[in-house]
């Protein structure tokens, strides 16, 4: 980096300073990458729900809401199914749940039938069913806690 500088005699004086920014650490982008996933979930609310829906100016199916979320915010591309979508990056325990992560569950009687990105304190994002809008549930409701499959990290 270039600065101006005054010299001994007022004259202005060029003089190389070294950068002193370094690189985000491994938390800071990770942080990063996990809010702009949490801000583009959350700016979907309000959308309906589409079987099969992959466009949000349509209508979301929740694999189709995870697909466009990552794909838009970090620019990650999923698979496009709930269960093809559980074989991405690493299986945590649901006690190492950190905001960002995908959460799965049974719901229509088979496993990883459905998914959506978890917030933190319990609360996750998702687009739930025909009739319904993209919404954030609480994950320690008997329904939820019932159906709980798993959950991945797919942010390094």
């Known amino acids: 980096m270039l ?3 005054l010299g001994s005699t007022g ?9 002193t920014r370094e690189e985000p650490s ?20 309000g959308i309906n729900y589409r079987r099969g829906g992959t466009n949000p100016d349509i209508g979301l199916d929740c694999s189709g809401y995870v697909q466009v979320v990552f794909k838009e915010a970090i620019g990650k591309l ?5 269960k093809e979508q559980s ?3 690493d299986a945590i325990d649901r006690n ?13 009687r088979r496993a990883f039938s459905h998914v959506g990105i978890y917030l ?10 025909t009739g319904a809008e993209i919404r954030v549930e609480d994950m320690s409701q008997s329904y939820w ?9 797919i942010l390094e």
């Not at 190492?96 to 569950?105: T, W």
């Not at 933190?120 to 069913?129: E, I, L, S, T, W």
Request: aromatic share 8%.
């Open 11 to 19: 004259s202005a004086v060029a003089t190389e300073q070294q950068s």
């Open 145 to 153: 806690v019932k159906r709980y499959n798993g959950a991945r990290r």
């Open 87 to 89: 074989q991405v990056g």
């Open 120 to 129: 933190g304190d319990n609360r996750f994002v998702h687009a739930p069913r």
């Open 26 to 45: 491994i938390f800071e982008r990770y942080a990063t990458s996990a809010q702009d996933l949490i801000l583009k979930g959350l700016e979907l609310v």
């Open 96 to 108: 190492e749940l950190k905001p960002g992560d995908l959460v799965f569950f049974n719901t229509m």
């Open 3 to 5: 600065a101006l500088c």
């Open 78 to 82: 999923l698979p496009r199914t709930a």
